[in-house]
C-alpha cells in the first residue's frame, strides 16, 4: 500500500462507498510511521466492529446442535445467569440506540456514511443471538461456555483501539466531537466487559446431574471455559499431592463417558457389526460353491475365520481358492468407528496449531530486520516481541487441548479392549485356551492393549508431519531459494537410513518380546513349582534355563541399543547437516547470495520445526507397525471359536435331569475324540457314580455335560441349574464367605447348615477370622481338603438342580470323606432328590448309589446298579473284588457316635497337607501364626480341638465367639505398599553403581562435550552472518563453512559416543540387576512365597525388569539430552544480552515449584495406576483358570462387572496422571514462553549494540527451549518413576536367604548316606519367627531300611516332619543326624539331592517328560525308560510318538492328575536315593494306581528307609513301625499290632478305617 496514500487500493475504494468519502479507511502514515500509531475510524467501525461477530454467527449453528445432543438437564436461574442475560439485553438496546441516533442524523438532513446504519444494526442482532444463547446454554445445563468467551474476549480486544483513539481524539482536539456515540461507545465497553469478566465465573451444576451425586466428582466437567483451557482444576489434586502422598480415596471418580460401562459395549456393538458383516459375505461364496452341502454340528460358534456354515473341507477349499478366501472381521474398522469422531476433534485441534507453529519464525524474520534499521519506531520491536508471546502461549493452548483428547482417546481404547478380550476369554473353546496360555493373554492385555494407547498420542503426526514439512518447506524457498534443495536432499537421504533402523529395531523387538514371554512363562512356573524345585534341588537347573533365555534377551537389547545410538547421531545431526549443506550450497553457487542473520536464524528456526515431523514420522511408522501386530493378536483372539451355548440342551423337557445320546467328544476339533459312543440316561434325583482308571475319561465326561468340550455328534441335555464340583477345587482371593455365597444372597440359617454338611464349623474356630478370613491367591491358606469342601459348599448353598461332583472326596481323610458322603452326598445327604453326578475312586460308598458307570478307555463300558453290576461278573466285579476287602467301612457302625466323638475334619488346619495342588505353595506356617496368636489371645492353648468333643463343645462354642471378638481379621496376603514419597537418592547411586561409576562420569562429560561442540558450531554462524555487515563475505567462505562443518560434525561423533557409552553401562546395569533378582529369588525360604502372592513376585520379573531394560535406558537418554539442551540455551543468551540474567532467578523458581508440585504428585499417581493394575490382571487369570467354575454356575456377568470395575479403579488413577502433564505443558510452555518474551524485549532494547547474528542467535536459541524445558520436567519425573523398578527389584533381591546351597569344607561323602539311619534328637521347629513350635522335643532313631507310617490328627505336625528333614524349616532347637551326618551342617543341595520326595500334589513344568524327570540330564535314556516301567508309564509313554521328547504343558495339564502322581514317582525311582519320603501321595488316584505306587515301593525301595505321611491307614499297616503324633509331640511310636493291642490314638483311628475291630 502506498504511503502517501495518492492511489486507493480495491479494498479502499469499497470501505469508501461503506465509509463515505469523509472516512479513509487505511492511513499508513497515521498507523506505521509515527510514535502514536492509529487506527482510522472506518476501519475501526467496520473491521474490528465485525470480527466477533462473525465469529459468533459462524460458530453458533454447530455450537446449538451440539449442545441440544450433549444436553445434560437444566440449570435453575441464577443470580449471575441474571445479569449476563440483562447486560446481554441492554448491550442490544445500546446498539440499536446507536442505530437510532443514526436515522434521527438522517431526518435532520446529515448524510452520515451507511457504516453507522450496517454496524449498530450487526452489533444489536448480535447481541440478541448472544443473549439468546445464554439461556439456551442455562436450558441445555451448560455451565461454562467457551463460544460465548471466545466472541467476549475478542470484543473487548477488538474494542480496545477506538478505546484508545477516541480518548487520545478528545484530548488532542478540541472537545468531543459526537457526544452520543463517544458515550455509548464507552457504556458498550463497560457491558462487554462485564460480560467477560462473569463468563468466566461457573454456573451451579443442572439439576438431576451425577455431578450431585458422585461423592467425589472429577471437577472437569463443572470446570469453567477458562479453567479448562488452563487445566487450572487439576491444581487442587496438585496441591494435595504435594502436601501429602496421595491415596486411593483421594482421587476423583472416573467421567461417565470414559467409563467401562460405556466403552466396551461401543467397541463390541462395532465388532459384532463387522463380524456379521463377514459371515454374511462367507455365506454367499460358501453358498455359491456348494449349494447342497450339509453343515456340520461341531460345539462351537465361530468367532471369524471359519462361519458356522462352513465345514472344515470347505474352508480349506476356500483357502485354496484365492479369491474366496474367508477375510477375517476387521478388528481396527470397528475400533475405528468406535472411537474415531471423538479423536478426530483432537485431529482438528492439531491442525489449528500446526498453521500457528510457522508464525514465530515469520516475526523473527521481521524481529531481526527491525534491529537492522535505523530510524524506526521502537513499538515496532515491542509489539513483534508480544506477538511472539501471544503466539506461543495460543500455540500451547491449543497443543495441549489436542493431546488431551487423543489422551482420552487411547485411555477409552485401553478400557474397551481390556473389556473385549475378559468378556471373550469367558467363553473361548478349550481349543482356543490351548493356543494362548494365560500369560499370552494377560500380555494381550497389557502390553498390546498398551501400545494402542501409546500409538492413538502420536497418531495425527501421520498426516501432521507431511503438512508441516511442505509448509517449513515453502517459507525455506522464500527465503534461500532454490539450495534449499540440497538440504531436503540431505533429509530424504537421512529417512531410508532411519527406516532401514526402525524396521531393525521393530524385528528385534519381536524377537525381545518372544524371549520375555518365555522368561515370564518359565519363572512363573518355576515360582508355581518352588517347593518342589527346593525339595528336589533343581534350582540350579532352572536357573540356567532362565539365565540362558535372559541371555539371548540381553544380545538382542544390546543389538538395539547399537541401532539406537546410529539413531540418535542422525535424529541430533539431521537439522545441522542439513542446515550445513543449504547454506554451503547457498553460499557457493552464486558469488552474489550473501548469508546474513535473517536469512540463517530463520532458516534455523524453520529446520528446527522441521527436526520434529523428521523425527517422529518413522516413530509413528514403527509405532504403527507394532500396533498393527498387536492389533492382529488381538484380533486373532478374538476371532477364537467360543463355546456353543446351545451345545448342552437346557431347556429339555425329557423325564431324565441328564441325558447324552450317542456323544462323541473331543477337547479340539482337529483332535482324537476323548469320549466315543457315550450314552448316559439319569434319572430326576438318583445318585449316579462314575468310576474306571486314571485317564479313563471321568473327568472328560463331566466336561463334556457343562459344554466345555467340542461335541462332535450326539445330543447332550441338562435339566435345570448346575453346581459343578472341579477334581482341583477353584477358590477365589476373597473371604471365606464370598467364596462359599459366589454371589448368591446371604441367609444365615441354610449357610450354617451348608458349614455343618460340609464340615467346615470347626475349621472355621481355628481360622483367624472365622468365615471372613481372606483367602490367598487359589486358596493357599487352605488345605488341598479345606479347599475341596469349601468347593463343595458352594455347590450346596447354589441350590442347583442337578450336582455334578468331580472326585470331591479324593482330597479329604477317610473319615471326613464318610461324613460328607453321609450328610451331603449320599442318600441320606442334604441333597437327596437331586439329581447328582459323581465321580469317585472311594469304592465305599458305591453300594449306597443308585447307578454305577463304569469307563474304559473313553467309552462307557457298563452301566447298572451295584448289584447288577456285581451279578453280570464283568470288567467292574473284577475291580471290586480286588479292593473291597481293604476298602469297605463297617457299616454297622453307628455314625451317629462317630460324628460325635470322632469329627476330626481332615485338616482343620492342616499342616499334612504339604500342598501342592495345582502348584501352590502352602501357607503353613501362615495359619500356624493365626492359630498361635488366637491361643495367646484367648489363653486357650487348647485350641487344636481335643477329643472330648461332647464335654467341650457348648463351652467351645461361646470360646468361639470371644475369640473372635478381639481378633481382627488378620490379612495373610499383606497388601502390596505402594512407596510414597520422593525416590530416595539411594536408589538413583544404586543405578549408577549398577552401571559403573566411572562409566557414569564418562557419559556425562561427553553429554557436556557434545552441547559445547553444538553452541560452537551456533556462535560460529553468528560470526559469519555479521561479516555480511563489513562486507568481507567473498574473503572468508572456505574457512567459515569449513569450521561450521568440523564443530557439527563433531557433535554427530559425540553424540553417537556418549549414547553408546550409555546404553553399555544400562545394559550392564540391567543384567547384574535381573541376576541379583533371580539368584535371591532361588535362594528365599519357602515361608516368603507362602506368604507373597505370585502375581507380585512376577510382576518383579516382568514389568520391573522390563522398565529396567527399556524404558529407563530411553529416559536417562532423553534426560542427559534435554538437560544439557537447556543448559546451552541460558548460556547463549545470558552471553548475548547479560540483562537475561535477572529474569533467569524468578522463572527458575517458577519451574522448580511447578515441576516440584507435578512431580510429587505424578509420581504417586503413578504408583497409584501401577498397585490399581495388578489386581486386574490377577483377577483376570483367575478367571481363566476357573471359567468352566464360572460359566457352569452362570455367574458370567457378575465376573465381567468385577472386571470392569477393577479397570475403571485402575483408570481412575490413570487419568489423572494424563492431565497431570497437560497441566504441567501448559505451566512449562509459559515459562518458556517468557523466556522468548524477555530475549526478545532484551533484544530491541539493546538494539543499538547488538549485532543483528546474536539477536537471530539469543532468540533462535529461546524459541526452542519450551520444548526441552518441557521434557525435562517430564523426564526428571519419568525418571523418578522408572527408578522405582529399580527400588522394587533391589527389594526383592535383599530379602532374607536360606542357608547355603552347598558348604565346601563340609561336604558329605558322595555316596551317602549308605545306611539310611535318621535320628532326631531333641529336635525343636517353628515355621517362622516369633511363632509357637510346631514340633517340640523330638527324639526318635529309625534304622536304615525300616518303613515308617506317620500319622496323627490334622494339626499334629505330619508335614513338619518332613519338611524339617529336607530342611525348608530350619531347628529351632535339636538336630536331625542321617548316617551321623548332622544334616544342619552341611549345603541345603548337598541334602536335598540325596533324599527322595513324592509331594503330595504332583508338579510338573512345561518342557519335555525327559527333562520333568532329569532337569540335569544326569541319567541315561535306559534308564530313565526303566523307572518308567516300574511307575508303569511305559506303556503311556511309548505309545506317544515324541515317546520321552513328549511335551508337558504348563503344570502338566494334558496328563491326567493320576498319570502326574506316576510321573513324580518315576523322579524318584530315578533318583533312587537310602531315603524316601511320601506324603499322602494317594490321595487323587484310584485304588489301582494307589496299589501299584505300593508295591514299586515295596519292590524298588526294599533297602531304603521310607516315611509315609498316611492317608489311609491300609497301605501302612504292614510297615515297620508307626509313629503317632499328637500336637507335635510323639504319642506313639512302635509296630502297628503292637499299636493296636495297646488300644490307644491309633487303634481309634485303625477302628474308623474299619481296619480293626
Not at 481335643?946 to 463343645?953: D, I, K, L, T, W
Not at 557436556?1008 to 551456533?1018: L, R, T, V, Y
Not at 563489513?1030 to 557433535?1051: F, H, S
Request: aromatic residues 10%; hydrophobic residues 45%; charged residues 20%.
Amino acid at each position: 500500500m502506498n504511503s502517501s496514500g495518492g492511489a486507493r487500493s480495491p479494498a479502499t475504494e469499497e470501505a469508501g462507498w461503506l465509509c463515505g468519502e469523509r472516512l479513509h479507511f487505511w492511513e499508513p502514515n497515521q498507523t506505521f510511521h509515527t510514535d502514536r500509531p492509529d487506527l482510522s475510524e472506518c476501519f475501526q467501525l467496520s473491521v474490528l466492529a465485525w470480527l466477533p461477530c462473525v465469529f459468533l454467527w459462524v460458530a453458533s449453528p454447530a455450537y446449538i446442535c451440539y449442545v441440544k445432543k450433549c444436553s445434560r438437564g437444566y440449570i435453575m436461574m441464577s443470580l449471575l445467569n441474571r445479569f449476563k442475560t440483562a447486560f446481554g439485553l441492554l448491550l442490544w438496546i445500546v446498539c440499536w440506540a446507536d442505530l437510532f441516533h443514526t436515522f434521527y442524523e438522517l431526518q435532520q438532513g446529515q448524510s452520515p456514511p451507511p457504516i453507522y446504519f450496517i454496524t449498530p444494526l450487526v452489533l444489536g442482532i448480535t447481541m440478541l443471538l448472544a443473549t439468546f444463547l445464554i439461556q439456551y446454554e442455562r436450558l441445555h445445563g451448560v455451565q461454562s461456555s467457551g463460544v460465548l468467551f471466545i466472541f467476549w474476549f475478542l470484543s473487548v480486544l477488538c474494542a480496545i483501539v477506538p478505546f484508545r483513539s477516541k480518548i487520545l481524539k478528545a484530548s488532542s482536539s478540541d472537545g468531543i466531537p459526537d457526544k452520543l456515540r463517544f458515550t455509548s461507545f464507552y457504556i458498550y465497553f463497560g457491558l462487554i466487559l462485564l460480560e467477560l469478566i462473569l463468563c468466566c465465573l461457573n454456573e451451579k451444576p443442572p439439576l438431576f446431574s451425577n455431578v450431585v451425586t458422585d461423592p467425589n466428582p472429577c471437577p472437569e466437567t463443572t470446570a469453567g471455559f477458562l479453567s479448562t483451557v488452563t487445566f487450572w482444576w487439576f491444581t487442587s489434586l496438585a496441591i494435595k499431592g504435594y502436601k501429602m502422598p496421595l491415596e486411593a480415596k483421594d482421587l476423583w471418580s472416573l467421567n461417565q463417558r470414559d467409563s467401562s460401562e460405556k466403552m466396551v459395549p461401543k467397541l463390541l456393538k462395532e465388532w459384532e457389526k463387522e463380524q456379521i458383516k463377514v459371515k454374511r459375505g462367507q455365506n454367499l461364496t460358501t453358498k455359491a460353491a456348494y449349494a447342497k452341502q450339509q453343515p456340520l454340528a461341531t460345539n462351537h460358534v465361530s468367532g471369524g475365520a471359519a462361519g458356522g456354515e462352513t465345514s472344515p473341507e470347505e474352508v480349506e477349499v476356500l483357502l485354496s481358492n484365492p479369491k474366496a478366501a474367508p477375510h477375517q472381521p476387521s478388528f481396527l474398522r470397528a475400533l475405528i468407528k468406535a472411537f474415531g469422531p471423538y479423536f478426530l476433534i483432537g485431529s482438528g485441534f492439531k491442525l489449528l496449531q500446526d498453521s500457528i507453529t510457522f508464525v514465530n519464525p515469520q516475526l523473527l524474520r521481521m524481529l531481526i530486520s527491525f534491529t537492522k534499521e535505523k530510524d524506526v519506531p521502537v513499538w515496532w520491536g515491542y509489539t513483534l516481541a508480544f506477538l511472539m508471546f501471544f503466539t506461543a502461549i495460543l500455540q500451547t493452548l491449543i497443543l495441549h487441548r489436542h493431546f488431551q483428547y487423543c489422551f482420552v482417546t487411547g485411555m477409552n481404547v485401553r478400557t474397551a479392549l481390556i473389556g473385549a478380550i475378559y468378556r471373550k476369554s469367558l467363553v473361548i473353546t478349550n481349543a482356543a485356551k490351548r493356543s494362548s496360555t494365560v500369560g499370552e493373554i494377560v500380555n494381550l492385555m497389557s502390553v498390546d492393549a498398551q501400545r494402542f494407547m501409546d500409538l492413538t498420542t502420536f497418531l495425527n503426526m501421520l498426516w501432521s508431519a507431511p503438512l508441516q514439512i511442505m509448509l517449513a518447506l515453502y517459507f525455506l524457498w522464500q527465503n534461500l531459494g532454490p539450495s534449499v534443495l540440497a538440504g531436503v536432499a540431505v533429509m530424504v537421504m537421512l529417512i531410508p537410513f532411519n527406516a532401514v533402523i526402525a524396521m531393525k529395531t521393530r524385528a528385534y523387538q519381536v524377537e525381545q518380546m518372544q524371549h520375555k514371554d518365555a522368561r515370564i512363562k518359565l519363572m512363573n512356573e518355576i515360582l508355581n513349582g518352588i517347593k518342589v524345585l527346593k525339595l528336589y534341588a533343581w534350582e540350579n537347573s532352572f536357573k540356567e534355563k532362565v539365565l540362558a533365555i535372559r541371555q539371548k534377551e540381553l544380545t538382542v537389547l544390546r543389538k538395539t541399543a547399537y541401532l539406537g545410538a546410529l539413531s540418535t547421531m542422525a535424529w541430533t545431526s539431521a537439522p545441522f547437516l542439513v542446515a550445513l549443506t543449504t547454506f554451503a550450497v547457498f553460499v557457493t553457487v552464486d558469488e552474489k547470495n550473501v548469508l546474513d542473520a535473517e536469512k540463517a536464524f530463520v532458516s534455523l528456526s524453520l529446520f528446527n520445526i522441521l527436526r520434529f515431523p523428521l523425527n517422529m514420522l518413522p516413530q509413528v511408522i514403527s509405532g504403527l507397525v507394532q500396533a498393527s501386530v498387536s492389533l492382529k493378536r488381538i484380533q486373532n483372539f478374538l476371532s477364537h471359536d467360543e463355546l456353543d451355548p446351545n451345545s448342552v440342551d437346557r431347556k429339555t423337557s425329557s423325564e431324565f435331569a441328564v441325558s447324552v445320546v450317542n456323544g462323541k467328544f473331543t477337547w479340539a476339533k482337529e483332535d482324537e475324540p476323548v469320549l466315543d459312543n457315550i450314552n448316559v440316561m439319569v434319572p430326576q434325583g438318583s445318585l449316579v457314580a462314575v468310576v474306571g482308571h486314571v485317564g479313563c475319561g471321568k473327568s472328560s465326561l463331566i466336561s463334556a455335560l457343562l459344554g466345555d468340550m467340542e461335541k462332535v455328534e450326539g445330543e447332550v441335555s441338562v435339566r435345570g441349574s448346575v453346581a459343578y464340583v472341579p477334581q482341583q477345587a477353584w477358590i477365589q482371593n476373597a473371604t471365606l464367605r464370598d467364596n462359599i455365597l459366589f454371589g448368591k444372597s446371604f441367609n444365615e440359617c441354610k449357610y450354617r447348615r451348608v458349614l455343618d454338611a460340609c464340615a467346615l464349623t470347626p475349621d472355621l474356630e481355628v481360622l483367624p477370622g472365622g468365615d471372613m478370613t481372606e483367602i490367598g491367591e487359589k486358596g493357599i491358606n487352605l488345605s488341598g481338603g479345606q479347599r475341596q469342601r469349601v468347593s463343595l459348599a458352594r455347590a450346596l448353598y447354589s441350590d442347583a438342580e442337578v450336582y455334578l461332583l468331580d472326585d470331591p472326596l479324593s482330597a479329604v481323610d477317610a473319615h471326613v470323606s464318610k461324613h460328607i458322603f453321609d450328610n451331603l452326598i449320599g442318600p441320606e445327604g442334604v441333597l437327596k432328590g437331586k439329581t447328582r453326578i459323581l465321580v469317585t475312586h472311594g469304592i465305599s460308598f458305591l453300594p449306597q448309589v443308585d447307578n454305577i458307570v463304569v469307563m474304559v478307555e473313553g467309552r462307557v463300558s457298563e452301566m447298572g446298579s451295584y448289584q447288577e453290576l456285581l451279578n453280570q461278573n464283568g470288567a467292574f466285579a473284577e475291580f471290586l473284588r480286588n479292593y473291597a476287602l481293604e476298602d469297605v467301612v463297617e457299616e454297622d457302625q453307628a455314625t451317629e457316635e462317630l460324628i460325635e466323638d470322632e469329627l476330626f475334619p481332615d485338616d482343620v488346619l492342616s499342616n499334612h497337607h504339604t500342598d501342592m495342588v495345582d502348584n501352590e505353595p502352602t501357607v503353613n506356617e501362615a495359619k500356624k501364626s493365626f492359630m498361635r496368636q488366637i491361643s495367646i489371645l484367648s489363653g486357650d492353648s487348647e485350641n487344636f480341638r481335643c477329643r472330648s468333643v461332647r464335654r467341650q463343645s457348648q463351652k467351645k462354642h461361646q470360646e468361639a465367639q470371644e475369640k473372635k471378638k478381639p481378633q481382627e481379621v488378620q490379612k495373610l496376603i499383606q497388601a502390596e505398599t505402594a512407596e510414597t514419597g520422593r525416590v530416595k537418592t539411594k536408589v538413583f547411586l544404586e543405578y549408577a553403581k549398577a552401571v559403573g561409576l566411572v562409566l557414569s562420569v564418562i557419559i556425562c562429560l561427553l553429554y557436556g562435550c557434545q552441547s559445547a561442540a553444538a553452541i560452537g558450531a551456533n556462535i560460529w554462524l553468528s560470526h559469519w552472518t555479521s561479516d555480511s555487515l563489513t562486507n568481507q563475505t567473498k574473503e572468508n567462505v572456505n574457512m567459515r563453512v569449513g569450521v561450521y562443518a568440523a564443530l557439527g560434525i563433531a557433535q554427530g561423533i559425540l553424540v553417537m559416543i556418549s549414547s553408546f557409552t550409555l546404553a553399555m553401562g544400562n545394559i550392564g546395569a540391567a543384567k547384574k540387576l535381573h541376576a541379583n533378582l533371580l539368584n535371591n529369588k532361588l535362594h528365599t525360604p519357602q515361608s516368603f512365597f507362602d506368604t507373597t502372592p505370585i502375581g507380585r513376585i512376577i510382576n518383579r520379573f516382568s514389568k520391573d525388569i522390563y522398565v529396567i531394560d527399556e524404558a529407563l535406558p530411553s529416559t536417562v537418554l532423553m534426560f542427559l539430552g534435554t538437560f544439557f539442551v537447556s543448559l546451552s540455551t541460558m548460556i547463549v543468551i545470558i552471553s548475548s544480552t547479560p540483562i537475561f540474567a535477572v529474569v533467569i532467578a524468578p522463572l527458575a523458581f517458577i519451574y522448580v515449584f511447578v515441576q516440584r508440585f507435578y512431580v510429587a504428585t505424578s509420581r504417586q499417581l503413578k504408583r497409584l495406576e501401577s498397585v490399581s493394575r495388578s489386581p486386574i490382571y490377577s483377577h483376570f487369570s483367575e478367571t481363566v483358570t476357573g471359567s468352566s467354575v464360572i460359566r457352569a454356575y452362570d455367574r458370567h456377568a457378575a465376573f465381567v462387572l468385577m472386571s470392569d470395575t477393577k479397570v475403571d479403579e485402575n483408570q481412575k488413577s490413570y487419568y489423572p496422571g494424563i492431565v497431570s502433564n497437560r497441566w504441567l505443558g501448559v505451566r512449562i510452555e509459559f515459562i518458556g514462553n517468557c523466556i522468548v518474551l524477555f530475549a526478545a524485549l532484551f533484544a530491541v532494547m539493546g538494539k543499538e549494540t547488538l549485532s543483528p547474528g546474536l539477536v537471530g542467535l539469543s532468540v533462535s536459541y529461546a524459541l526452542q527451549v519450551t520444548m526441552s524445558l518441557n521434557w525435562m520436567v517430564r523426564m526428571t519425573s519419568d525418571l523418578e518413576n522408572n527408578i522405582v523398578a529399580v527400588e522394587r527389584v533391589k527389594e526383592y533381591s535383599e530379602t532374607k536367604t536360606e542357608a547355603p546351597w552347598e558348604v565346601e569344607d563340609k561336604k558329605p561323602p558322595t555316596e551317602w548316606p549308605t545306611e539310611g539311619n535318621v535320628e532326631f534328637n531333641e529336635y525343636s521347629v517353628r515355621y517362622r519367627e516369633g511363632l509357637d513350635l510346631v514340633l517340640r522335643n523330638i527324639t526318635l532313631r529309625v534304622k536304615g531300611g525300616e518303613k515308617i507310617g506317620i500319622v496323627g490328627r490334622t494339626g499334629a505336625g505330619k508335614s513338619s516332619m518332613t519338611l524339617c528333614l529336607f530342611r525348608l524349616l530350619e531347628a529351632a532347637g535339636g538336630e536331625i543326624t542321617i548316617d551321623g551326618v548332622r544334616i544342619s551342617e552341611i549345603g541345603l543341595h548337598d541334602l536335598r539331592s540325596k533324599l527322595t520326595i513324592i509331594p503330595q500334589e504332583p508338579v510338573l513344568f512345561s518342557g519335555t517328560l525327559r527333562m520333568n524327570l532329569d532337569p540335569f540330564e544326569k541319567y541315561s535314556d535306559e534308564d530313565v525308560w526303566k523307572s518308567l516301567e516300574h511307575s508303569h508309564l511305559h506303556k503311556f509313554v511309548s505309545n506317544q510318538p515324541a515317546k520321552l521328547e513328549l511335551e508337558c504343558s504348563e503344570g502338566g495339564e494334558n496328563l491326567s492328575v493320576g498319570q502326574r502322581q506316576l510321573v513324580c514317582l518315576a523322579r524318584a525311582l530315578l533318583r533312587k536315593t537310602r531315603i524316601l519320603v511320601l506324603d499322602e501321595a494317594t490321595a487323587a488316584i484310584d485304588l489301582e494306581t494307589d496299589d501299584l505306587i505300593q508295591s514299586t515301593i515295596r519292590t524298588q525301595f526294599e533297602d531304603c528307609t521310607v516315611f509315609t505321611i498316611a492317608h489311609r491307614l491300609n497301605t501302612i499297616m504292614d510297615y515297620t513301625r508307626v509313629l503317632v503324633l499328637d500336637k507335635g509331640q510323639i504319642a506313639e511310636f512302635d509296630t502297628p499290632a503292637n499299636l493296636i493291642s495297646k488300644r490307644g490314638i491309633f487303634y481309634g483311628m485303625a477302628k474308623d478305617a474299619g481296619l480293626a475291630q
